[in-house]
């Protein structure tokens, strides 16, 4: 059971657009969100997140909106950038768990920015 | 570089057999996390240790152990594989054991694949 989804296995956009990369989870209890960026032969590198108790955070050119109600949430990047082409992971855990508070890790979106 | 090593990169071999993967987390941190990521499928977290001892598990499958050494490095066993083990084995580290509290730096990987 995929408790953390994205629908959407690329994303292709031009240099300078916007990038919606998207993402929704089914577990209620989830309450803290991340992005993780990974590069070929790399692993994946922390990007931003987002608590529960937030609908925004914004960290630079990249801000992550929350839709609890309807358990979704995205990632926009403006501009976008050659340098962002990349595969983009989105991850959610319940914090409450404490010790336990494992992450659930979608399956990727692979975004393609055009120069 | 996220400071976390994992050897070897690639490992080759037969259905059956048994693997040994390690991981040095970076310096400083104490917990450790393994990942699976299979083709098509998302991060599947495995196992956390925490300064020597086991402090979460996920989707590990019973041919499959790990350890945390007193230096800290990690051995993730796998034994009796199958073909459906060939993957990408990420090992992450942070500083404390909160899980998904604590930023985790994930490492290059081992890509494992079983004939």
């Known amino acids: 059971d995929q408790q953390v989804k994205q629908n959407s296995p690329s994303l292709s956009v031009q240099e300078g657009r916007i990038s919606i990369l998207n993402c929704d989870y089914t577990?209620?209890?989830?309450?803290?969100f991340l992005w993780y960026k990974k590069y070929p032969a790399e692993g994946p590198t922390f990007l931003i997140s987002?608590?529960?108790?937030?609908d925004k955070n914004e960290d630079g050119r990249f801000t992550v909106f929350l839709n609890k109600s309807a358990k979704h949430l995205s990632l926009h990047i403006v501009p976008s950038q050659p340098g962002d082409s990349a595969v983009y992971f989105c991850a959610a855990s319940v914090l409450g768990t404490g010790a336990n508070s494992k992450l659930t890790f979608g399956k990727g979106i692979t975004l393609s920015v055009r120069p | 570089d996220s400071g976390v090593t994992q050897t070897p990169k690639h490992l080759i071999t037969a259905t059956g057999q048994r693997v040994t993967l390690r991981c040095s987390p970076r310096?400083?941190?104490?917990?450790v996390y393994w990942y699976q990521q299979s083709l098509d499928q998302g991060l599947q977290f495995l196992i956390q240790y925490y300064n020597g001892e086991e402090r979460a598990k996920g989707n590990i499958l019973e041919r499959f152990s790990a350890q945390q050494f007193p230096d800290l490095h990690s051995e993730l066993n796998l034994s009796s594989l199958e073909l459906g083990d060939s993957a990408l084995y990420f090992c992450?580290?942070?500083?404390?054991?909160?899980?998904?509290?604590?930023?985790?730096?994930f490492g290059p990987g081992t890509r494992l694949t079983v004939l």
């Open positions: 987002i608590s529960s108790i937030k």
């Open positions: 310096s400083g941190d104490l917990s």
């Open positions: 992450a580290s942070s500083v404390g054991s909160g899980g998904a509290y604590n930023e985790q730096f």
């Open positions: 577990n209620s209890m989830f309450d803290y």
